[in-house]
């Protein structure tokens, strides 16, 4: 009998970090025979679980999801105890700030793990009223972040003592940590240290840049705990060494009611403070800008954020160099060592600090959909635009609407999972600007010199006669091609051609193709770049499933069909390929990258691949083109002719 109890909560673990399954559903019919297949299960799972820690490709699943805190019980004990220290953070100005944290406790498991709250009061007080008081749970909010106690201390099953380091981030709260027993499933509570705060809790933080609607706008949005009641955000920008000009900034914010579904309407809700975006219009092309972030207090004393800078957006059609960078799938790390986190999105870091290191030859970044795989746990926005601050606040961050964005079933989006964790776009449409007509529908055109790019929005509907396949067609046939000869197109499923046999052992979405392959084909679009397949792959010039060219890659003279660039490596867990070979993939790579293109002219531009592990170019390819050449008459991409003369 205790054999089978203790069995049980080894399965209880499992199915709750795997599928969630309530107990009372495992524990009804529980006989013998049912015991030998759970004996069966856990080897299964005690071999995958080890097997899955040594691969450094992550689970794909997020961590935080694996608590289950609803459950926990209080079980203070008094000679358990947890101090953190300093508790002041951010008295110099910083925005993150390391805190150790030194753990005691009388009978130490190596199961115990810490977690981190924010706000540090996290007791059944805080439950939202919905819940009925009778029922309610000790705890409604899931940590922030965790780490297993005996993480970087390995004496602490003998000792029970640890000394844990943690990064924060001022995300608007103060943070307290918790020691608890009975590993993830089922949380018994220790003991809770002290509250930790930065100097101003509610500081504006995380810039990120996007470009506007017009070629000389550029929008600045930023995140604070500042109602507009309280104070009046505002931009204080100029050109560089010059005079310095405010304009007003917009406030926007969202409640727990906008979310659609758990856990982002349940433990994974987090307050997540104001969002302001201001407009800088009128902008000199090219030119270097500066701008900080303020809030008015009605006290007429400012509040002010550090100084940043800006390179604004060359005129559409001008002739300079102009580097873009394109992933998808990038998703958020930690930095503070926790296994947990580096396993779930092991390359997220590589390429957010390749891309800082080549900041000065990057002048525009399209992140492609699956922005922070936070899936509804909402504190993890704050951290992913603390992780990509250096940056979005640099160039225009431009991002695309993924399933972890949008999806949750019953609420329109194409797709019916509930990848987006409860968020339904609305965290994505909020916390960044992007130049749509209408944010909920992510679709949008922007200029960037010499390059035309329409995003398209793979989790609503593309197909012909649909409202987003009219925009994409009215984008294309937008691009003034003499002045703009770089069409690309970006969605955020592989729309196109992949050979990952992602669903149902086929490439990509075929109704993608059947759909849009004649748009991209008559508008002569250059490269389509898709996400959501985590690799990286690139095609011939295809049409129809058939390459149109032989060369493999340096291109020139007349258009005659669409390159296809899967780049979802970003950080997420990798995908591996299919076993078909097909003429029409030119290059595979199972592993974390970017792309950045280089036009050098109007008659010039360069792909490069590059691994975020080292940064270096692991593929390539050029195009050669004239005006003449996209104008060309090619098969299914003909302007109509008349014999009249
Ligand atoms: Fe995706």
């Known amino acids: 009998m205790a054999e089978t109890s203790m069995l049980n909560i080894g399965v209880y673990s499992f199915w709750g970090q795997i599928m969630s399954v309530p107990k009372p559903q495992m524990e009804e019919g529980f006989s013998f025979s049912s015991l030998k297949v759970v004996l069966l299960l856990v080897f299964l799972v005690q071999f995958t679980v080890a097997d899955s820690q040594h691969k450094p490709a992550g689970d794909g699943m997020q961590p935080l999801s694996k608590i289950q805190i609803h459950r926990a019980v209080y079980e203070l004990h008094e000679n358990a105890s947890v101090k953190a220290y300093p508790v002041l953070l951010g008295t110099k100005g910083e925005d993150s700030q390391w805190v150790t944290v030194e753990v005691a406790s009388p009978k130490p498991s190596e199961d115990d793990w810490l977690a981190v709250f924010s706000p540090a009061n996290f007791n059944s007080s805080t439950c939202p009223s919905t819940y009925d008081r009778q029922k309610a749970p000790n705890i409604c909010s899931a940590p922030i972040k965790y780490r297993f106690a005996n993480d970087s ?306 989790e609503h509907d593309w197909r012909e006669g649909s409202e987003q396949y009219k925009f994409i067609e009215k984008c294309l046939a937008s691009a003034d091609r003499q002045k703009q000869p770089w069409l690309i197109f970006v969605a955020h499923r592989v729309l196109g051609y992949t050979s990952s046999s992602w669903r149902d052992g086929s490439f990509g979405e075929p109704m993608g193709r059947e759909s849009l392959q004649k748009l991209w084909q008559k508008y002569k679009v250059d490269i389509a770049f898709f996400g959501h397949v985590h690799n990286y792959e690139r095609t011939c010039p295809i049409y129809q499933n058939q390459c149109v060219n032989t060369e493999k890659s340096h291109y020139s003279g007349t258009f005659n069909g669409t390159i296809h660039v899967v780049v979802g490596g970003g950080g997420s867990h990798l995908t591996d390929f299919g076993p078909v070979q097909t003429t029409w993939s030119l290059f595979r790579d199972s592993d974390f990258g970017f792309v950045k293109l280089t036009a050098f002219n109007h008659s010039s531009l360069l792909l490069e691949y590059k691994k975020s592990s080292d940064g270096n170019v692991y593929d390539s390819f050029t195009i050669s083109r004239d005006y003449r050449d996209v104008l060309a008459c090619v098969h299914d991409g003909c302007e109509p002719t008349t014999l009249a003369t």
């Open 153 to 458: 201390n390995v004496d602490y099953v003998k000792t029970g003592e640890a000394s844990l380091k943690f990064q924060l981030i001022n995300q608007r709260a103060d943070f307290s940590f918790a020691l608890f027993s009975g590993g993830l499933f089922s949380p018994k509570l220790l003991a809770v240290s002290n509250a930790v705060s930065f100097v101003n809790p509610k500081a504006p933080l995380y810039p990120r840049l996007a470009q506007g609607k017009y070629w000389d706008e550029m929008t600045v949005t930023w995140t604070s705990g500042y109602n507009i009641i309280e104070a009046v955000p505002f931009v204080e920008w100029g050109l560089k060494g010059e005079a310095q000009i405010q304009s007003p900034a917009g406030t926007l914010t969202f409640h727990r009611e906008s979310m659609c579904a758990p856990p982002a309407r349940t433990v994974g809700w987090r307050d997540p403070g104001f969002f302001h975006t201001s407009f800088l219009k009128n902008l000199w092309p090219n030119s270097l800008y500066t701008y900080k972030l303020g809030h008015r207090l009605s006290n007429g004393s400012n509040i002010w954020s550090k100084s940043y800078h800006f390179k604004s957006s060359p005129y559409p059609g001008q002739d300079s160099l102009q580097h873009v960078v394109i992933f998808g799938d990038m998703g958020k790390a930690e930095r503070d060592g926790s296994n947990e986190y580096n396993a779930y999105q092991p390359g997220s870091l590589n390429t957010t600090d390749q891309l800082i290191k080549d900041l000065d030859n990057i002048d525009i970044v399209f992140h492609i959909g699956d922005i922070t795989y936070a899936n509804g746990y909402i504190s993890q926005w704050d951290q992913f635009t603390s992780q990509v601050e250096p940056i979005a606040s640099v160039v225009p961050y431009m991002i695309a609407s993924g399933n972890h964005e949008r999806d949750v079933p019953g609420t329109g989006s194409f797709y019916d999972g509930n990848d987006s964790g409860g968020e339904c776009g609305v965290l994505a449409e909020t916390m960044f600007y992007v130049p749509a007509e209408n944010r909920a529908k992510f679709w949008y055109s922007t200029d960037y010199g010499m390059f035309h790019f329409c995003i398209a929005d793979s």
